[in-house]
């Protein structure tokens, strides 16, 4: 089993520790066909990427790493954040179009674009904190994060149920109709196997990612390759192993 694309990697430009081409040098040595650069959505508190102009000097810098680097695809991409009851992404239609593929995950700590959804929020963070939850809260929370699968070409959900509570069995349906892959990330270990387990009589595709935060660990898919294997998922369920 070899993975040989990671489009889940992060750079300086939100919480990594290295560059673009750093993410570009290691995806190479591990011999990856593909390397995505996925940076945290401008709504994250602390992290996000710093608005349109940092998309700009992404983009620059990775035309000229392409230029450089031929023999690997480098994809530009972002994890964005869901920031309202319907599914709204903090990610605008102009900088999409900008964009060769969309990651969305459900995140804490963001900046939310209404009331209705800061409450969803301070009752998100407080279950957390009470390790609590709500049938009440669980379906608003699925109900905007199937909204943005309806709503937006999404190549994979991140870490489904890992941060907040959501019914991923529904959120796999969905998925599963829309086309888009539900992540397993290998930043996690077996606290990801009960999400994943409940999503997969869906049929729903997986796609595997590092969700690196230095260099080192791009296209590091070891605790996602235990997982495939605790929870017996077929090969063909998953988008980017080698053929
Ligand atoms: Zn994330
Ligand atoms: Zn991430």
């Not at 077929?234 to 053929?243: H, Q, S």
Request: hydrophobic fraction near 40%.
């Amino acid at each position: 089993m070899q993975a040989i694309t990671d489009l889940h990697t992060h750079t300086a430009y939100s919480h990594g520790k290295g560059t673009i081409e750093d993410n570009v040098c290691v995806a190479m040595k591990r011999g990856l066909q593909a390397v995505g650069i996925a940076d945290h959505g401008p709504n994250h508190f602390f992290i996000g990427i710093g608005g349109v102009e940092a998309f700009r000097r992404m983009k620059n810098e990775i035309e000229a790493l392409r230029h450089k680097y031929p023999e690997i695809k480098i994809l530009f991409g972002v994890e964005a954040n869901i920031v309202d009851t319907d599914g709204t992404i903090d990610v605008s239609a102009a900088i999409l179009r900008e964009l060769d593929f969309l990651l969305v995950g459900y995140h804490k700590m963001v900046r939310p674009r209404s009331l209705a959804f800061l409450w969803q929020g301070v009752r998100n963070f407080c279950s957390g904190w009470t390790k609590t939850s709500s049938a009440l809260l669980r379906a608003a929370n699925t109900a905007a994060i199937t909204a943005a699968v309806r709503r937006y070409p999404i190549a994979a959900i991140t870490h489904p149920g890992l941060q907040i509570d959501i019914d991923t069995a529904e959120l796999g349906r969905v998925c599963k109709e829309y086309g888009t892959s539900l992540e397993i990330n290998s930043s996690y270990g077996s606290e990801l196997d009960p999400y994943i387990r409940e999503a997969l009589p869906t049929g729903v595709r997986f796609l595997l990612s590092s969700d690196a935060h230095v260099p080192e660990r791009v296209g590091d898919f070891s605790q996602a390759y235990q997982l495939i294997r605790r929870l017996n998922i077929p090969e063909e369920r998953i988008v980017n192993l080698e053929k």
